[in-house]
Structure formats: structure tokens, C-alpha cells
């Protein structure tokens, strides 16, 4: 029985595959951060950081059997670009969202609002599994071996929890952040999309990473300014 799993998984353990689920692991964590962003932009709509914790972790469980499903079923998936056109479709309309919503008081416009956290969990899991459709080709394309993939994928969905994490934090403190992250949200859309219309128009690899990497380091370029309240001046008696 385990022979048949390790053989539908391709379980071949050699000398390279440390090396190939190290390249996976860090394929995942750089093609993360965009992801990460918009996770963490999407918990925020709760605006109730123990309840975005919780939209956090109960949507990347679901998120985690999705990318596990989509991983085993790669093969065939990749055999219908109706998957690759709802996800493009579905991520540039969360950018669409979010770039027509209306500016809030800092002049800065913001992600969808949910009332609670069942209505934050599928957007998460079903956004992670729009990305998902671009990671994992990527990953099998590196390795055909499924048990590195899932290895990677798993190790993958750990990062990008912490990672969601610290980005919720760093939304508060970076005013470009948020609109960065949509706008790297927009390019794998788009990746997604020509991939679609014609593979030969797919940009490589190290251009979206460089493109994304910049576009992130505008997202770090300005700090909030948070405004303290003035003290009042001190009253000085008037000796008569």
C-alpha cells in the first residue's frame, strides 16, 4: 500500500533533493509576499486584530487543503485555462475593489470590510488558491517529484501565515504598503491572464520577482505619520 502512495507521489529520495526543496521553499517565500500583503489586507477589513488572527488561521487551513488538492490534481488542471482565467479574473477584481473604494480619512483607499470572520475566511482561502494556480505550476516545473512539491507547499503555507502576520502590523506603520501589495496582486492577475491568451507572452520568472521587489521597496519608501496630541500650554500665575 505504501509503495502505491510513494509511487503516485514520486517518493524517489536522492542527493538532490535537498537542494530542489530548499530552491522550492525559497520559490514559495519569495512568490509569497505578494500573497502575504494581500491576506493581511483582507484580514484587516475586520478591523479587530484577534478576529483577523482568527480569519487568518481558520482561512489558511482551508487555503492549505486547497493548494494540496490543486498540487495532486496539477496535471490535470493545467489541462483547463478556464482555472488560470476565474483566478486572473478573481484577483484583478479584488484590485479593482480596492482601488474604487473610497479613500478614508488618511487619503488612502482600503481592502473589503466583513461584519465577521465567516465572512473573512473563503475570501482568504479562495485568494491564496488564486495565487496557488501560478506557484504551483511554477514548483512542479522544478521538480515533477509531488512529495517535494507538497513538502514545499506545506512549508510554504507556514511561512506565509508568519509572514501575513508581520505584514498586518506593517500596514499600520507604511502608508504605500497596502496600495503595493494590490498593485503586485494586479501582475500575477495579469501573468495569469496571458498565460490564457499565449504562453509566449508570459514575462519570465526574475522579471516579476524584480518587478514585485521594487514595487515593495515603494511600499517600505513612507512611514504613517501619526499625529500626538499637543500638549496644552501651562498656566502661570500672575502675582498681584
Known amino acids: 500500500m505504501l509503495d502505491r502512495i510513494f509511487d503516485y507521489l514520486n517518493f524517489h529520495f536522492s542527493i538532490e533533493a535537498p537542494?530542489?526543496?530548499?530552491?522550492?521553499?525559497?520559490?514559495?517565500?519569495?512568490?509569497?509576499?505578494?500573497?502575504?500583503?494581500?491576506?493581511?489586507?483582507?484580514?484587516?477589513?475586520l478591523e479587530d486584530k484577534e478576529l483577523e488572527r482568527k480569519a487568518l488561521n481558520f482561512g489558511l487551513v482551508i487555503a492549505y487543503v486547497l493548494r494540496i488538492t490543486l498540487i495532486l490534481t496539477a496535471t490535470w488542471v493545467?489541462?483547463?485555462?478556464?482555472?488560470?482565467?476565474?483566478?486572473?479574473?478573481y484577483l484583478l477584481w479584488l484590485v479593482f475593489q480596492h482601488f474604487t473604494s473610497e479613500e478614508s480619512e488618511d487619503a488612502h483607499h482600503h481592502g473589503p470590510r466583513f461584519n465577521s470572520v465567516l465572512q473573512a475566511i473563503p475570501v482568504i482561502a479562495f485568494t491564496d488558491l488564486a495565487f496557488s494556480l501560478d506557484s504551483v505550476t511554477t514548483a512542479i516545473a522544478v521538480s515533477q517529484e509531488k512529495w517535494l512539491v507538497l513538502t514545499g507547499a506545506t512549508i510554504g503555507i507556514i511561512t506565509l501565515r508568519f509572514m501575513a502576520g508581520l505584514f498586518i502590523r506593517w500596514?499600520?506603520?507604511?502608508?504605500?504598503?497596502?496600495?503595493?501589495?494590490?498593485?503586485?496582486?494586479?501582475?500575477?492577475?495579469?501573468?495569469?491572464?496571458?498565460?490564457?491568451?499565449?504562453?509566449?507572452?508570459?514575462?519570465?520568472?526574475w522579471l516579476m520577482i524584480t518587478a514585485i521587489g521594487l514595487i515593495l521597496a515603494w511600499g517600505f519608501s513612507k512611514r504613517t505619520v501619526t499625529t500626538l496630541p499637543q500638549a496644552e500650554p501651562e498656566k502661570t500665575e500672575v502675582s498681584k
Do not use: C, H, M
Open 19 to 45: 537542494i530542489v526543496l530548499l530552491i522550492l521553499i525559497f520559490l514559495e517565500a519569495v512568490l509569497s509576499a505578494d500573497n502575504a500583503i494581500a491576506l493581511a489586507a483582507i484580514a484587516q477589513g
Open 78 to 89: 493545467q489541462n483547463f485555462w478556464q482555472f488560470e482565467l476565474l483566478g486572473a479574473a
Open 171 to 205: 500596514l499600520d506603520e507604511y502608508a504605500n504598503l497596502e496600495d503595493a501589495g494590490y498593485i503586485t496582486v494586479s501582475f500575477v492577475g495579469l501573468r495569469l491572464l496571458l498565460k490564457v491568451i499565449n504562453d509566449d507572452l508570459v514575462p519570465p520568472e
